[in-house]
């Protein structure tokens, strides 16, 4: 019977894992640039096996008794690109191809696909709230909105003078790249300047499917629902036969 709590409790906690991963999915669906994710679980035993080193399914390891036990193995991250949106707004970029424009914030070195970028007081191309964007001189400052940027990423003003390029960087293992809650890459990996791949006056929308979050969000509260009543069940089995054996 406490096999069945182990069980019913793991499979809440998972899912209730799953449930943020979901939730911050929906809270980023306007976010241009961000990619969704995905948590994967797997069984105690598949889990246990692999962090020991394990890979011989076949052997005596004793872990039968928690081996219908499930748990969150890891979240991954669907850098698929989603769809442009025109905006019109010179400073709005997007990405064509893989890709990320480099941020220098306080904190240090981001990397992201959101190309909603501003001036800030001090005329520097920014992404608002985060910091400002990297150009291969450096930071970029602009006198004026009024620029054009081509497609490898150089930055003219109205007369045409060349004023820098924006930094585009790539990574060779995407699975190493380290994603904060907002979408942008915190590191893992050395990046490599690319061509740019730009398209100006565009925006990336994020590649979230409402319809699908909002589906996956509540077949995880009716799972999180369903264990919760089924382990009250439990409970109440439990207290039953401690009273009788206490009868006995």
Do not use: C, W
């Amino acid at each position: 019977m406490l096999q069945g709590f182990y069980n019913l409790t793991s499979s809440m906690l998972t899912q209730g894992r799953n449930l943020d991963v979901v939730s911050n999915n929906i809270s980023n669906v306007s976010t241009p640039g961000y990619k969704k994710d995905t948590m994967t679980a797997t069984t105690f035993r598949e889990e246990m096996l692999s962090r020991t080193g394990n890979t011989d399914r076949s052997s005596v390891t004793n872990l039968n008794t928690t081996s219908m036990i499930v748990t969150a193995q890891e979240t991954i991250t669907d850098y698929s690109q989603g769809s442009f949106e025109e905006t019109g707004e010179p400073l709005n970029l997007a990405l064509s191809s893989s890709g990320f424009f480099e941020i220098q914030t306080q904190a240090g070195t981001i990397y992201t696909r959101n190309g909603a970028f501003i001036t800030d007081e001090e005329g520097y191309l920014s992404l608002p709230g985060v910091g400002r964007v990297m150009g291969l001189g450096g930071q970029i400052q602009l006198e004026t909105d009024d620029v054009r940027i081509d497609s490898a990423g150089g930055i003219y003003d109205a007369q045409g003078n060349f004023i820098d390029t924006v930094r585009v960087v790539d990574f060779a293992d995407y699975a190493q790249l380290v994603k904060n809650p907002d979408g942008h890459i915190a590191g893992g990996g050395q990046p490599v300047v690319k061509d740019g791949g730009i398209i100006q006056n565009t925006l990336e929308r994020s590649n979230v499917s409402m319809m699908k979050e909002m589906t996956a969000m509540m077949t995880s509260q009716r799972a999180i629902q369903s264990a919760s009543q089924i382990l009250k069940m439990y409970d109440q089995m439990m207290a039953k036969s401690t009273t009788e054996i206490g009868r006995v």
